[in-house]
């Protein structure tokens, strides 16, 4: 049964930083194209960063880029965002994701799903 499980959001001030992890298991991933996405309620969720299993390559939103940072953690088996200079307009629930095709910032082509992690930021 294949597993994807979030941590690490939380409650933080404008400007301040959180680390999301991704902890993956139930099958090989390394086909996988894993992302992270965010929604907000009553709007259609976005894609934000990916990574191919190896971490060798990364890929950003433009509107993340510069202060989001995507990366694996192959001793722990994760897959890790790590947020900066974080924005009220960054609240959502964060969800990792993985992809075994194409089109891995299609949310209605993501195979597998976390249940996601609350981050809110205070102005």
């Known amino acids: 049964q294949v597993q994807l499980v979030e941590s690490g959001g939380g409650l933080v001030q404008a400007g301040g930083s959180l680390r999301l992890s991704c902890a993956a298991s139930g099958r090989t991933f390394s086909s996988a194209t894993m992302a992270w996405f965010r929604q907000v309620p009553g709007k259609e969720r976005e894609w934000l960063a990916a990574?191919?299993?190896?971490?060798?390559?990364?890929t950003y939103a433009d509107s993340v880029k510069g202060r989001f940072t995507i990366s694996r953690d192959k001793a722990k088996n994760t897959v890790n965002l790590q947020m900066n200079n974080l924005k009220p307009e960054d609240t959502a629930v964060y969800s990792c994701?993985?992809?075994?095709?194409?089109?891995?910032?299609?949310?209605?082509?993501?195979?597998?799903w976390g249940q996601g992690t609350q981050v809110t930021v205070s102005s």
């Open positions: 990574t191919t299993w190896t971490g060798e390559t990364t």
């Open positions: 994701a993985a992809t075994y095709g194409r089109f891995w910032y299609d949310p209605s082509r993501v195979d597998y």
